[in-house]
């Protein structure tokens, strides 16, 4: 059973950076597609970043786009999502989730998942 545990998260002022790691267990990343999604009080879920299983396809919601990075280490099992330039409305809890459903690409739709973490804040702040 793939597990998967989120850790990065922060306290960090406006334009600062963070890097957040999603570490799976119990299974290899290899076949599934990773999404990043982020909840802030009050809001919807919303999906950030996503890497396909296989190539290295990515897609970004447009408010990240030039800021975060989206990556994966298969050899230790990580993605990894760097948040440069943060701003206040970045603040959110972060999750990460799996997909064995996209291999050459991804899909930034929660539905789409299965496996979820569960979670870790980023506060932007001043």
């Known amino acids: 059973q793939l597990q998967l545990v989120e850790s990065g998260g922060g306290l960090v002022q406006p334009g600062g950076s963070l890097r957040l790691s999603c570490a799976a267990s119990?299974?290899?990343?290899?076949?599934?597609?990773i999404g990043w999604f982020r909840q802030a009080p009050g809001k919807e879920r919303e999906g950030v970043s996503c890497?396909?299983?296989?190539?290295?396809?990515?897609n970004y919601v447009d408010s990240v786009k030039g800021r975060f990075t989206i990556s994966r280490d298969k050899v230790k099992k990580t993605v990894y999502l760097q948040m440069n330039s943060l701003k206040p409305e970045d603040t959110a809890v972060y999750f990460c989730?799996?997909?064995?459903?996209?291999?050459?690409?991804?899909?930034?739709?929660?539905?789409?998942?299965?496996?979820w973490g569960k979670g870790t804040q980023v506060t932007v702040s001043s």
């Open positions: 989730a799996a997909t064995s459903g996209y291999s050459w690409s991804c899909t930034r739709s929660g539905s789409e998942y299965s496996y």
């Open positions: 119990g299974s290899t990343l290899d076949y599934y597609a």
């Open positions: 890497i396909s299983g296989f190539g290295g396809s990515t």
